[in-house]
């Protein structure tokens, strides 16, 4: 298996401007999580799923941001506007529920918002 | 609600010397403990877990971790650190309740000198 997939790697985008980011995760894996990491802040979750359902956003910093799930093999995280604060480092993970303590990582978006 | 926190930002380990990162948790009850390491420029990966049972648990990578109730820790070990180990290590805690949210700590950044 290739392991979690994210694109882009890096994203450059101006003040105002929507930004998608992309996740597949593990194949046969019923759990995804988005993961935002800052310097300041640490690693934060945003929000995870179970079998493609949306169970806990509490993480999501405001409503510019949102994330679907449309099938168990592709999650979006949409940030509309953007703005320079949410310059940071994306990740997606995904597990197993019978093993879900063990997180798969992709390697991230890298954001910057100008 | 669960919280983890990683005294030390930055340790400086010689090659072949032995090595402990500190880990402290919060919660009510008996967590779920973790620790994960991220490469540069990569994701994170599962290192090793505690769930119950014998509170020194062995990791991949030759490491291991021991949960101390008393003291509300759960460090992570090795007695010969090897170049390829600098990375940034990240403790977590998870509640035993179903609740899939994985809370991490801020992370320590381990620097090998030869």
């Known amino acids: 298996d290739a392991g979690v997939i994210q694109s882009p790697r890096h994203e450059v985008t101006e003040m105002g401007q929507e930004v998608t980011l992309r996740c597949k995760p593990i194949?046969?894996?019923?759990?995804l999580f988005w993961y935002r990491q800052t310097m300041m802040r640490g690693l934060e979750l945003l929000i995870y799923?179970?079998?493609?359902?949306?169970?806990?956003d509490s993480g999501m910093p405001e409503d510019r941001f949102s994330a679907k799930m449309p099938n168990a093999s592709f999650s979006t995280l949409k940030i509309q506007p953007s703005e320079p604060r949410d310059s940071a480092v994306y990740f997606c993970?995904?597990?197993?529920?019978?093993?879900?303590?063990?997180?798969?990582f992709g390697s991230g978006t890298q954001l910057s918002v100008l | 609600a669960q919280s983890v926190t990683q005294p030390d930002i930055h340790i400086t380990v010689s090659e072949g010397a032995s090595l402990e990162l500190r880990c402290n948790y919060s919660?009510?009850?008996?967590?779920?403990l973790f620790w994960y390491v991220q490469s540069p420029g990569q994701g994170l990966q599962l290192l090793l877990k505690y769930f119950s049972g014998d509170t020194l648990v062995q990791g991949i990578k030759g490491f291991e971790a021991e949960f101390k109730r008393s003291q509300s820790s759960f460090n992570l070990r090795k007695p010969s650190v090897h170049w390829s180990d600098a990375a940034e290590y990240f403790c977590?805690?998870?509640?035993?309740?179903?609740?899939?949210?994985?809370?991490f700590g801020t992370g320590t950044r381990l620097t090998i000198i030869p």
């Open positions: 919660y009510g009850a008996t967590p779920y």
């Open positions: 194949s046969g894996h019923d759990y």
């Open positions: 993970a995904s597990s197993l529920r019978e093993t879900n303590e063990k997180l798969f």
């Open positions: 977590a805690v998870k509640s035993n309740f179903g609740n899939e949210k994985l809370t």
């Open positions: 799923f179970n079998n493609n359902v949306p169970i806990d």
